[in-house]
Every structure is written in structure tokens, then in C-alpha cells.
């Protein structure tokens, strides 16, 4: 409650222009001037009279002071304070239209506005969380979940946040999606716009011109979801049942793709297989034909996707392969099953939710994918390179963008359900507390020997792939003039002295730097969320769980495009006015990544014996303490995982991204779209190559830091057990695989 | 020197109901039941009888559906675990895998508000309780199996809880070692006069360790009793089944007179205790080691025939068939000289058969 009144009489109820932190605001005029003054001074003035019952619910709680937790009407209270304390904050704020009052009762109520009501600042962030935790308070004191504070306001905030950044947002761009060219909402404009030949058309398959934006969507995402799935069973498959040395290179193979920004690999096909790439040009010159564009559109799409989305299926099913207990299958062998019959009736199927989620992936991450159709998709068009082209391209039209936005949901959102579906409530775990001794049976010959030809030459190719970029980055013009040069380094980054210091010249730095500042902040926080919502999933029962559940495992089927779109939309006006920071940076990056997060930590979290929580609590430790004190220590695998995962993922991001950046806070990844946009290959390349290796550091670095091999991988968890922890911690075998793959 | 000390109180349920959400029988229905303070008392039954939900009720891990549980005479159905003033050993003994021993059992004494120097001296008293003391700095991946377990104990103890909660403490212990650390639980017990409420489903076990027992079954309580009563006069089939072993035979209740019925078993007649039977057919169960195996035609016996006999070391055990069914006896006399085939009396002392409800 003190934190509610510092937030409504002491700070600046409206956001700042300047910088919050350098209290410049303390010295013009505050607390008087209208724009910096807290609300009790808006208020007090008569210039805002809407924000007056906030103080009075502010005031309430006090007449619960000194009474006991137990007494009814101290929840009672707490609740319809916060609650209406919510609802009235809500309410003024959205009441707010850019143009005065939205709804003509509150004209009437306050009169007219003179001036429009600027996007709500730390004060009214305070006063808005305050409100939050009286109403966890109340609920608490009714003895929901035990009556236990933590987990009442964990529940409460992670909820207040899905629903202020996942689903409002939605719920405005679907709302978006409705306006018509002069303002008003219709219905028939959504139709006219949702049933556009230009999305839906199927022209192709008569042979006369192209389909639509959206089929070609699905049939690129589908088509990429399944070989990739299949390719990442091959090599889980190689990975695990095979002793061949083969193992580590494929591991380490598979991490480049995570720390490569995706249209990096389409520039790469350009390098090669483009009108003068290397491949294509040989070819011509030995067969004799002229150089064709063939590699743009579906072809280049399809084979950057596959090798760029590849390893994350690899990452799922290995999982789940190592996961199924060798047991079951030296069973079936017992059983008088051979090989290819175990391996048919009984791996196959075990490891049937893992080929779902790795298809799931794959297709979402296909739908998503917006670098390498940008680079790659010549007159191929897509649902995610359209959305851009509607926001910033000379149409300029938000609702044209939030009506594919939409298409792209409802796709993923399809996929997500059809998924859950067919997986069923069928239990397939396998994996039993005691840890099982045995091997697996090695694979049947004819599948090995396939098997390993399809590894053998992917990972030629991806050598072959990441070769090239290297290497470009050094030439001069890519099959004009071959010749060798560090120019494009020296644009980008060139580092000069004048008379400040260090002068940083190059064209690059200033996106670099926003970049990685903007992913040092959001990864923690993308952390801190992730586990406790992890820790609320797993160890927490409290009524509307698995609604609970639903939603915060939705934002994952929701794909960057749409999240940017959405923010886009929704941001840019009061009372959340956050287009053009970093806070929108970091809050997309912390909803995109968020369920990675939450996958690390309920893979690891499960893992933990839950007596280890209730001998805690019967020692006397509180859920927070147990919280603390056992849980996060022996989660820091977990932890470590879901930081470097989402430090990465936001240093290589560019779907949502495109839609967020502004000159002040340009990314890496947007930066080099605009370069490849300009056709300025080079400096696209060798920056790409810097961001490569500075997250190898990174990664590297932070193996160092905890003395771990290889991130991503089983060894994370490894070393525990190693040590030989017993009976109660198996600790995340492919859990943190499961983290690395999971975001969409 | 700080000693360890008990603060023992008594456990009381008055008419708990568990209902797990989603369920649709009670797991604990209708159960009440008393506890005295310095007492070990056992609940035992099969899986899902409802023995380890009413543990954890009595923990504060559960809360009652319906009902009332009281400590110390105290009503502590609507706090939760932090608040209640029990501590418990778990099956899998939870120990915290990465704090080393010591600081194992320092993590509840930090959280009850004692002075640093305390914590400490409570810490090395409780270990030395258990005999591990000069294990603190070891973590407990490097103790074995029942170093953890004395661990797990210790924990516990040192919080001086009003209630100490034994879930099945023994079941990862080999069978060796299983014996040793009951007793040494039973003598800690003892010497400290806790209350302690503890959980098996091995009947050896909880006939050896406890002062009480309460048999559960289906979600309510079978028969509660000291060892002895449960094992002489199972009131139930299932407890008689349930605790050791016994045969089940029918007989014929012929007449009632106080507390005496005379019961007829084919030729023999037998005078039992009544046990408030009405006169009519009814049911016996008799343990396989009071049954006497004594030549054909011995007076009052039960004609019979050897089926199978098999050396078992101490003993042999026999399967006899009889017109009251086929029986198994054992014979403490492994020098006996009977061999399947041969016909035989059997005879039954005065404590070996109980009239239970049919």
C-alpha cells in the first residue's frame, strides 16, 4: 500500500519524455507541472478529477489495519479494493482516447479534455501494482492455495502480465483488424479484406498465375515441418544408437544454426546457388546454360528453412529419444521382438509426442520466418514478408497487416490444437524415477546405413554453408569481384581515437551495442518469469490451472510476426505508449521467449522429487523459502539454460523485432535486413559473421563460468549426477534441450 | 551442551474426510482417531488404504476436505505446513542435495528463529543423536542409504516437533539394515518420549516398532489395537489376512453364553471367546503356527491329510487337506517325522482360533 501512495503521490503520474533515472524531471517544475507532476497533484490541481477514486480505494486498506489475516472482512475488503482499484485504473486509462473521452458518459462525467492523456508512467505503474498485490493480499487471506501470499501474487502477476502483453494485444490488433479505411469498425471490411483472392487464391493449380499468400505460407511450413522432423529424428537417431564419432560433431553442428540469425542462411543459398552465386555460376559454366534465378522462391525457401530449423528438432527428439528407457525396449527384445520390430512398435511410438512437438516447431518457426523470405522469397510471397510490407510499405495499412496477422494466428493456433489432439491424454513417459541400467539396442541395418548417408551429407552442407559466409564476408563483391578485402569489417566496426577516448566510427556499433544491452536485460527477466511460472505449473495446485496453463503455453503457438504486429498496434497509443523505447525491445523479447523459460523449468522441475519441497515446508520454510532456498539451487541448470537461450534468441530475433525498432534503439538483426535490403551484401555478411562469433563467446564464457562443455546439451544436467546425487534428483535429462527448442 | 529434547503432544482426528480433487471416493473418509502424546503408533494397511493422505494431513501437506485434526489439543486444520509444529521423514528422505549434511539439518532451526550459535550446537547434537557425528561437511550423495535415513531422522528431530512423521521410512533400506534402523528409531522414541506417527505397509515391521497400531483399509480404519491384539484377535478377515497370515475357515457358531461361544469346526468343538456373534454359521480364523499337527485320531482334532510339505530351515510348512477346506499349518519341529500322504489330526490350542465377522 505504501508502494501504491509513493506511486500516486510522489512520482510522475504520466511517462517522461527525458530519461526517468536522470531525475531531470525533479528540477522543471515538478511537482506542479502537469506533465511531471504524481496524480495526488493532478488531482488536487482539478486537472484530472478521473483519478481522484483512486485515492479514496488507496485509502481503504487502512481500515483493515490491525485486524486479524483470518477475519473475513479483511479479504473482503483487500479484494474489492484492488479489484475495483484495477478496473477503475483500466478504465481511465483506456477511457483515454488519442482524440479526448472515448465513451460520452465519461465526456459528461469530466467534461471536456483539453488536452490528450499521455502513455502512463512509473507512478501510475506503482499505483497499478500496488492495486495488484492488495487484491493477491485479499484473495490469500480467503485461504485460496493455503493462504499462501507468494503463490497468490505469483499467480496473480504472471497472469496480469500474460493477459497486458499476450492477449490484449491480440484482442487490439483483432480489433484492428476490423477498421475500415476511414476509421469506423466494420465487419464487411474484415470479410472483404479476409477472403482477398490475393490470400486465398488458388490460381496455381490451374497452371495460370500464382496462389494465394496464405497457401503458399502452409504449404512452405508444412512441407518444412516434416522434413525437418524427419531429418531430426535421423539424427537423434545417429546421435544416440550409433557409436559412431559422429556424435559430438553432429552436437556441435547444431549450435551454430541456434546463434546464426535465420536469413543469415538464406543469404548463404544467395552466395551459392543465387543468379551469381558460386554454385549456380560453375554449374552453368560447365553445362553450358545461362545462370538462372531458379533458387528464389520456393526452392531457396525451403532449403534455408530445413537447414536453419533442422537442429531445433534435432534438440526436441534427442530428448525424447534418450528419454525413452532403454529397458522398454530390451523388454520388447525379450520379448522375441527383432530389431526393426522393436524399432517399429515400440520406439517409433514412444517417441510420437516428440515428433509432434518437433513438427509443431518446425512448421510455427516456417510460418514465423521472416529474414529469409525477405532475402529469399523472389515473387514467392508469404503471410510474414506481407505483414511487413502492409505496416511499412507505401500502403501503410494496420488493418490489412492485423487481418494476415490473424490468418498466420489462426494457422499456428490450428497446428497447436491439431497437435494436442492427436497426442491425446496418452501417458508416454517412460522414464521412471530409478535410474535404468542397460543399452540401447543398436538400430536395424538398413535404417543405420540410411541414416547415416542423410547425416553425412547435411552436415557437408552445412560446413559447406557456413564456409561461405566466412569467406564472403571477406570479399570484396561476391562473384564480381573476388578479391579479398576486410573493407566491409572495417565499415562496420572500425574503432577510432579522437579527443572523448575511443571513438566507435563504424557504422554498426551503435545497433550492436542497443543489441546486446537490450538482451543482457531481457534475458533475466525472461528467466525470473519462465520459473516462476514453471513453479506454478508443476508444484502448485490452485483452481483454474489448467486455463492458467492454456495460456501461457499459447504465446508460444503465436508467432514473432503476429507479436509485433500486435505491439505495434497496441502500444502505440495511451495508456501503454511504448513504441519507439527499448521497454517494447524487452518486452517483446521477454513474451516471445517466455516459454522457453517455462519449458526449461517445468522440464528440470519435474525432475525434482516434490518431498524435496515438502520436507522443506515441514521444516518450517515457507513457500517462498522453499522457493529460494531449494528449488532455484537446484535448478541452476535450468536457469543457466534459459538465460543463455533467451540472451541468444534475443541477439538473433527479427520477426517481432522489425515492427519495434526506431532510429534510437536499432537491433543487429534489423540492421543487417536494411543493409541486405540495399543490396549492401558485404557489410550484411561480416556483421552477421561478428554476431556469430560474439555469441560463440558469449557461450562460451558462460560454459566457463560453470565449467559445463557444451551448452544445450544433457551434460548440463550431467555433472550432478556425476557426483552421484541420489534417489531424489535425476536432474533435467533433456531438459535443457527442451529449452533450447523450445520458443517459437 | 544442548540436548535434544521431545516436546511431545498428542494427535487427534475427529471425523476427517479427504476428498482429492477430481476423485470421486474419499482417499480418507469418515476417520477419527487418537493419538496419545510419547507414543509410536502405526497406520498400516496395503497401498491406497489412505494411510500416507492421513500422514500428510496430520503434516499440513493435506488439507481436510471435512473435519477437524487437533495437536496438543489444538485445532491446526486450516494451517498449512510452515505453521504446524510437526516435522516428517520422508520415504525418499528429501535430504536437500546440495547443502552438505550439517547444513541439512541447520535448514529448519534457520527458519524457527534461533540464535546462529544454537543453530549450530542443535545441529551437531541432533547429528550425534543419530551417530553421525563428524559427517556435517559430507554431502549426502556421499553417505550411504542409511546414513541418509539417520540424516532424514536427525533433521527432523532437531526441530523438536510436537509430532515426528515416519512415510515408510524403512522401504529403501535393504532387509539387514531395515531391522537395525527400526530399532534405532524405536530407541530414540523411547528415550525422547516423542509422539510419532509412522507409516508401513509391512506388518513385521509395524508389529516390531510400534505401541499401537491402526489398520486402514479402503479409506477407513479396520481395527486399531497394540501388536498383540491385532495378531491374536484380528477382529476382520482383512486384518487377519493382512498381519501375518491365517487360514479362514468356516464353522458353526452352536451356542452363545456370555461371553463364551461353543463352536463346532466339522468334529471338533471348540470354546471361544464370542466376541458378540449370534448363534449361526460363521467364520474362523486361525494362524498357521497355532495349529498343532498330531497323529490321526487324536481326540478333538480335525481329521486331515498332508498334501505338501516343504523345509523351510526354522520350520516346515505344511499344506494339509481337511473337510473344512485346505489349510496351512507350520510346524516348528523340523525333526517331525511327517511326509506328504500321511493322515493326520490337527488340533488347536486354547489361543489359536478367533471368531471374526463373517
Known amino acids: ?744 | 551442551m544442548t540436548d535434544i529434547k521431545g516436546k511431545a503432544a498428542s494427535v487427534e482426528f475427529r471425523n476427517v474426510t479427504k476428498v482429492y480433487p477430481n476423485a470421486r471416493v474419499a482417499a480418507v473418509d469418515q476417520v477419527s482417531l487418537f493419538v496419545e502424546p510419547g507414543r509410536l503408533v502405526t497406520l498400516l494397511g496395503p497401498s491406497g488404504c489412505g494411510k500416507t493422505t492421513t500422514l500428510r494431513m496430520i503434516a499440513g501437506l493435506e488439507m481436510v476436505t471435512s473435519g477437524q485434526i487437533l495437536i496438543g489439543g489444538e485445532d491446526v486444520s486450516a494451517l498449512p505446513a510452515t505453521d504446524r509444529d510437526v516435522s516428517m521423514v520422508f520415504q525418499s528422505y528429501a535430504l536437500f542435495p546440495h547443502m552438505s549434511v550439517r547444513e541439512n539439518v541447520e535448514f529448519g532451526l534457520k527458519f524457527s528463529g534461533f540464535a546462529k550459535q544454537e543453530i549450530g550446537d542443535r545441529a551437531i547434537a541432533g547429528l550425534k543423536l543419530v551417530g553421525l557425528d563428524g559427517f556435517g561437511e559430507r554431502l549426502p550423495s556421499q553417505l550411504s542409504g542409511g546414513q541418509q535415513q539417520r540424516v532424514a531422522v536427525a533433521r527432523a528431530l532437531v526441530l523438536e516437533p510436537q509430532v515426528l512423521l515416519f512415510d515408510e521410512p524403512l522401504s529403501n533400506l535393504d532387509a539387514k539394515l531395515r531391522r537395525h534402523v527400526r530399532e534405532e528409531i524405536r530407541e530414540i522414541q523411547q528415550t525422547l518420549g516423542l509422539t510419532v506417527v509412522y507409516v508401513t505397509h509391512d506388518q513385521e515391521e509395524a508389529l516390531a516398532v510400534s505401541d499401537r497400531i491402526i489398520v486402514m483399509n479402503n479409506a477407513v480404519i479396520a481395527q486399531e489395537g497394540t501388536p498383540r491384539d491385532l495378531y491374536d484377535a484380528p477382529a476382520s478377515a482383512f486384518v487377519a489376512d493382512f498381519i501375518g497370515e491365517a487360514n479362514l475357515l468356516d464353522c458353526e457358531i452352536r451356542r452363545v453364553d456370555g461371553e463364551t461361544a461353543t463352536v463346532a469346526l466339522g468334529p471338533v468343538t471348540l470354546s471361544l471367546a464370542a466376541r458378540g456373534l449370534p448363534v449361526g454359521p460363521g467364520r474362523l480364523a486361525i494362524r498357521p503356527d497355532r495349529i498343532e499337527i498330531a497323529p490321526a485320531g487324536t481326540p478333538n482334532s480335525l481329521p486331515a491329510t498332508l498334501k505338501k510339505v516343504t523345509y523351510a530351515g526354522s520350520h516346515l510348512e505344511c499344506v494339509v487337506q481337511s473337510g473344512a477346506g485346505e489349510i496351512f499349518a507350520i510346524c516348528g519341529d523340523v525333526d517331525a517325522p511327517i511326509k506328504a500322504g500321511d493322515a493326520v489330526g490337527l488340533s488347536f490350542p486354547a489361543r489359536g482360533p478367533v471368531l471374526i465377522v463373517p
Open chain 1, 1 to 744: 500500500m505504501a508502494v501504491g501512495w509513493l506511486g500516486f503521490a510522489v512520482l510522475p503520474w504520466y511517462g517522461l519524455e527525458s530519461n526517468f533515472f536522470a531525475f531531470g524531471w525533479l528540477s522543471r517544475g515538478y511537482p506542479m507541472e502537469p506533465e511531471l507532476a504524481p496524480a495526488l497533484f493532478l488531482v488536487g490541481q482539478g486537472k484530472t478529477p478521473w483519478l481522484a477514486p483512486m485515492a479514496l480505494l488507496l485509502a481503504l486498506p487502512l481500515l483493515a489495519w490491525r485486524r486479524q489475516k483470518s477475519d473475513p472482512f479483511f479479504a473482503t475488503l483487500l479484494i474489492t479494493v484492488g479489484a475495483l482499484g484495477l478496473v477503475w485504473f483500466f478504465l481511465q486509462g483506456y477511457g483515454i482516447g488519442l482524440r479526448g473521452w472515448r465513451f460520452e458518459w465519461m465526456t459528461a462525467l469530466f467534461g471536456e479534455l483539453g488536452d490528450r492523456q499521455f502513455g502512463m508512467g512509473y507512478g501510475a505503474l506503482l499505483v497499478g501494482g500496488s492495486f495488484l498485490f492488495l487484491m493477491s493480499l485479499g484473495i490469500a487471506a480467503r485461504g485460496a492455495v493455503g493462504g499462501d501470499v507468494f503463490v497468490v501474487s505469483s499467480i496473480v502477476f504472471v497472469v496480469a502480465m500474460v493477459t497486458l502483453f499476450i492477449f490484449v494485444p491480440i484482442l487490439q490488433m483483432l480489433a484492428n483488424a476490423m477498421l475500415t479505411d476511414k476509421g469506423g469498425y466494420s465487419l464487411g471490411s474484415f470479410g472483404g479484406k479476409l477472403f482477398a483472392a490475393r490470400l486465398w487464391g488458388l490460381d496455381c493449380l490451374s497452371g495460370s498465375g500464382r496462389c494465394g499468400v496464405a497457401w503458399n505460407s502452409l504449404f512452405l511450413a508444412i512441407v518444412v515441418g516434416i522434413v525437418t522432423t524427419l531429418l531430426g529424428l535421423v539424427f537423434a537417431l545417429v546421435a544416440t544408437r550409433t557409436s559412431m564419432g559422429f556424435r559430438n560433431a553432429l552436437r556441435a553442428l547444431t549450435v551454430l544454426p541456434i546463434i546464426t540469425p535465420p536469413f543469415v542462411i538464406g543469404l548463404a543459398i544467395i552466395l551459392l546457388f543465387g543468379l551469381s552465386g558460386a554454385v549456380n555460376q560453375g554449374l552453368a559454366e560447365v553445362f553450358g546454360y545461362q545462370p538462372t534465378r531458379w533458387v528464389y522462391g520456393l526452392p531457396g525457401l525451403l532449403i534455408a528453412q530445413v537447414l536453419a530449423f533442422t537442429p531445433i528438432a534435432f534438440l526436441v527428439l534427442i530428448g525424447v529419444v534418450e528419454g525413452v528407457s532403454p529397458s522398454m525396449e530390451e523388454a520388447a527384445q525379450t520379448l522375441r521382438a527383432n530389431r526393426w520390430q522393436t524399432f517399429v512398435h515400440v520406439t517409433l511410438p514412444l517417441i510420437r509426442p516428440g515428433l509432434a512437438n518437433a513438427f509443431l516447431l518446425g512448421f510455427i518457426e516456417s510460418m514465423a520466418d521472416f529474414g529469409n523470405p525477405l532475402v529469399l522469397g523472389g515473387n514467392f510471397d508469404v503471410l510474414s514478408t506481407e505483414i511487413f510490407f502492409a505496416i511499412v510499405g507505401a500502403q501503410y495499412d494496420q488493418a490489412q497487416a492485423a487481418v494476415l496477422a490473424l490468418v498466420l494466428l489462426a494457422f499456428t493456433l490450428t497446428a497447436f490444437y491439431a497437435q494436442r489432439f492427436w497426442l491425446g491424454k496418452k501417458s508416454y513417459t517412460t522414464v521412471s524415477g530409478k535410474g535404468d541400467a542397460g543399452v540401447h539396442p543398436p538400430l536395424p541395418r538398413p535404417v543405420a546405413l540410411a541414416i547415416f548417408t542423410i547425416a553425412g551429407l547435411w552436415i557437408v552442407f552445412t560446413v559447406i554453408v557456413y564456409a561461405t559466409i566466412f569467406y564472403a564476408s571477406f570479399v570484396r563483391l561476391w562473384g564480381i569481384d573476388n578479391s579479398l578485402t576486410l573493407a566491409h569489417y572495417i565499415q562496420a566496426f572500425s574503432v577510432g581515437w579522437n579527443e572523448f577516448g575511443i571513438h566507435w566510427s563504424g557504422s554498426a556499433w551503435s545497433s550492436f551495442f542497443t543489441t546486446i544491452m537490450i538482451s543482457l536485460i531481457s534475458a533475466p527477466l525472461t528467466a525470473v518469469i519462465g520459473l516462476i511460472t514453471a513453479y506454478l505449473l508443476v508444484r502448485q495446485n490452485f483452481r483454474g490451472k489448467q486455463g492458467f496453463e492454456f495460456g501461457t503455453m499459447l504465446s508460444f503457438a503465436i508467432p514473432g510476426t503476429v507479436i509485433g504486429v500486435s505491439y505495434v498496434i497496441a502500444f502505440n497509443v495511451p495508456p501503454i505508449e511504448l513504441t519507439g523505447t527499448g521497454i517494447i525491445l524487452v518486452l517483446s523479447f521477454i513474451f516471445r521467449n517466455m516459454p522457453v523459460g517455462v519449458r526449461a523449468g517445468v522440464a528440470s522441475m519435474s525432475q525434482l522429487d516434490k518431498s524435496l519441497d515438502e520436507a522443506a515446508l515441514t521444516l518450517g520454510a515457507n513457500s517462498f523459502q522453499t522457493f529460494r532456498k531449494v528449488i532455484l539451487p537446484l535448478l541452476r541448470p535450468a536457469i543457466l539454460a534459459a538465460l543463455v537461450y533467451s540472451f541468444v534468441r534475443a541477439m538473433t530475433a527479427i520477426s517481432a523485432v522489425i515492427f519495434l525498432v526506431s532510429a534510437r534503439y536499432d537491433m543487429a538483426t534489423s540492421y543487417i535486413v536494411g543493409r541486405v535490403e540495399n543490396n549492401e551484401y558485404g557489410i550484411a555478411i561480416a556483421y552477421a559473421t561478428m554476431m556469430i562469433f560474439v555469441m560463440l563467446v558469449v557461450i562460451g564464457l558462460m560454459q566457463l563460468a560453470v565449467g559445463r562443455r557444451d551448452i544445450g546439451r544433457r551434460d548440463i544436467g550431467g555433472d550432478p549426477q556425476k557426483a552421484g546425487w541420489r534417489s531424489n534428483v535425476s536432474l533435467p535429462a533433456g531438459g535443457a534441450n527442451q529449452a533450447i527448442a523450445g520458443g517459437g
